[in-house]
């Protein structure tokens, strides 16, 4: 065979990403090794998906455990970790009903079917769908369409209709358009992609009275806040709000591909026998990975962790924004944080990324301004510290070289 490098990449894969040079082959809590031995501390967990680091134990014999019994058999029939998962997704959360898939896109698309079908009983007028701009929902035609990044639809038209775009935490715009037409609000709590932004408690608090005073449902897209990304265990049990439909994913599988849609039982009994499915999704192999993921996300401890570690990681960014006028702010939820760059920065967050790569961190971007930061939820107080400093001395070589090009 080739040599396994970026260079094979560009001969046999299809050009719509452009990964880094380096080729990780090994994975271990909060590090990654390359082909050459070199580790890194990884502060993007495949962006919010290894929330328990790599190759967690309890994971990997959840994985080993299941491989040796059933791995798939389609939703011809149930299977006992499906149902377990499910069982405890309702009993940790407001939901009474859960639908799995393979992803976030698939969970969202879901729930966008559902809000749309759920509508159509009600009126066969009533079937617009509210997003926000920034926001960030999937890549399928549906889910771009609802996402409010016209960077992800351009060249893909004709787009699915009805589908309104307004601003972000923004009630009296919201409130200005929304009707007795609308079937559903949809929103992240904390906008990813867009810049890591998190909604205000008074603009969610206003957006359910809203849903409630015209008969709309109130979505939230949970796919990268979830499964204790914020130091709860779902965002919204932050936030004082409770949703009628929850998507999630990323974090649920702890790496293992698996998405889920919670709703309501009266909701659910849109999606009738027929109406929607997935062959893949549910799998016993996928649930019983995310019954362990879940399991451990749970405890008090690993959401305290998430907590504590979010405020030093907080602090650390701050300290390295104002010793190389770098940041503008902080901005998140627990280990989910975006740090916006100055005006002297902009355009420059992949050359932060790529420096911190040569010193060694992983680290992510969430447009071309922000850098954002999402590490395993159980990262340790010293591996944290040690990715600060590496990210320090990028950042210094980074202004140093700046500060040549100006002199």
């Known amino acids: 065979m080739s040599q396994l490098n970026r260079q094979l990449f560009n001969e046999v894969m299809v050009p719509n990403y452009a990964p880094a040079e380096i080729i990780p082959v ?7 090794w390359d082909q050459q031995g070199r580790d890194y501390l990884d502060l993007a967990c495949g962006i919010a998906v290894t929330g328990l680091g790599h190759c967690h134990p309890v994971l990997a014999q959840a994985i080993a455990e ?10 011809v029939m149930t299977n006992e970790p499906a149902l377990k998962l499910a069982k405890r997704l309702t009993e940790l959360t407001f939901a009474e009903r859960v639908f799995f898939c393979n992803s976030g896109s698939e969970a969202n698309e879901a729930a966008f079917k559902l809000a749309r079908r759920w509508g159509n009983t009600q009126n066969p007028e009533k079937n617009e769908i509210i997003s926000f701009y920034n926001g960030f929902h999937g890549r399928t035609l549906f889910t771009v369409s609802v996402g409010g990044q016209e960077k992800y639809t351009k060249g893909f038209e ?4 009805n589908i309104t775009h307004l601003p972000y935490n923004d009630l009296a715009t919201l409130a200005d358009h929304i009707s007795d ?19 205000t408690e008074a603009f969610l608090k206003g957006v359910r009275e809203l849903c409630d005073q015209h008969n709309v449902l109130m979505v939230f897209d949970e796919v990268q806040s979830g499964n204790g990304r914020s130091g709860f265990l779902f965002a919204y049990m932050g936030m004082g709000v409770t949703p009628d439909i929850l998507t999630t ?24 026998f027929g109406t929607h499915g997935s062959t893949y999704g549910g799998n016993p192999l996928a649930c019983a990975v995310a019954c362990a993921a879940l399991e451990e996300i749970a405890r008090p401890e690993t959401l305290a ?5 979010g405020a030093q990681l907080r602090q650390g960014l701050q300290q390295i924004g104002e010793r190389y006028s770098l940041f503008e702010e902080v901005r998140g939820m627990g280990l989910l944080l975006g740090a916006p760059l100055r005006d002297a920065w902009k355009g ?21 301004d922000v850098l954002r930061f999402a590490p395993a939820l159980n990262i340790s107080e010293a591996d944290l510290a040690e990715a ?7 950042c210094a070589e980074l202004a140093g070289s700046a500060g040549a090009a100006v002199a």
């Open 388 to 394: 600060l400093r590496r990210l320090d001395a990028a």
């Open 348 to 368: 420059r967050a992949k050359d932060v990324v790529n420096a911190g790569l040569k010193h060694g961190v992983w680290l992510l971007v969430a447009g071309p």
């Open 249 to 272: 994913a990323k974090g649920l599988g702890g790496g293992f591909p698996i998405g889920a849609m919670l709703t309501t039982a009266k909701l659910a009994e849109t999606l009738a």
């Open 305 to 309: 962790n998430v907590q504590a570690r």
């Open 158 to 161: 004709p787009l699915p209709g």
């Open 26 to 32: 090994r994975g271990e809590g909060s590090r990654i």
């Open 181 to 199: 037409k609308t079937c559903a609000v949809v929103l992240e709590p904390v906008q990813g992609e867009g810049g890591v932004t998190p909604a």
């Open 66 to 75: 299941q491989s040796q019994k059933l791995w798939h058999i389609s939703n």
